[in-house]
């Protein structure tokens, strides 16, 4: 059973850093692009960064472009996401997202698997 598990979300002052993490198991996903997306009260879900299976092309939202970073090891089948530079903006739920196949994705419909949210507060 696919499994996706975020961690390290938390309540950070703006202009502070945070770095969540995403432990995926029961599937091969060294070989499938990984994706962060967050989620605010009322608001739809939006695609925050991708990663491609090795690593070597990452692409990010306008929004966030330049402030985070993401990154993952294949050997633990983790991705990561390390945000600066927090904004009250970036207050949301980030969720780990693992796609079926290699590509430059940026639709939540182009990812099959998800996982529970770790929640980011971003406070004055």
């Known amino acids: 059973q696919v499994q996706l598990v975020e961690s390290g979300g938390g309540l950070v002052q703006a202009g502070g850093s945070l770095r969540v993490s995403c432990a995926a198991s029961?599937?091969?996903?060294?070989?499938?692009?990984m994706g962060w997306f967050r989620q605010s009260p009322g608001k739809e879900r939006e695609f925050v960064a991708g990663i491609s299976w090795r690593g070597d092309g990452t692409w990010y939202s306008d929004s966030v472009k330049g402030r985070f970073t993401i990154s993952r090891d294949n050997a633990k089948n983790t991705v990561y996401l390390q945000m600066n530079s927090l904004r009250l903006e970036d207050t949301a739920a980030y969720y780990c997202?693992?796609?079926?196949?290699?590509?430059?994705?940026?639709?939540?419909?182009?990812?099959?698997?998800w996982g529970q949210g770790t929640q980011v507060t971003v406070s004055s």
């Open positions: 029961g599937g091969t996903f060294s070989s499938v692009t």
């Open positions: 997202a693992a796609a079926r196949n290699s590509g430059q994705y940026y639709f939540a419909n182009s990812y099959a698997y």
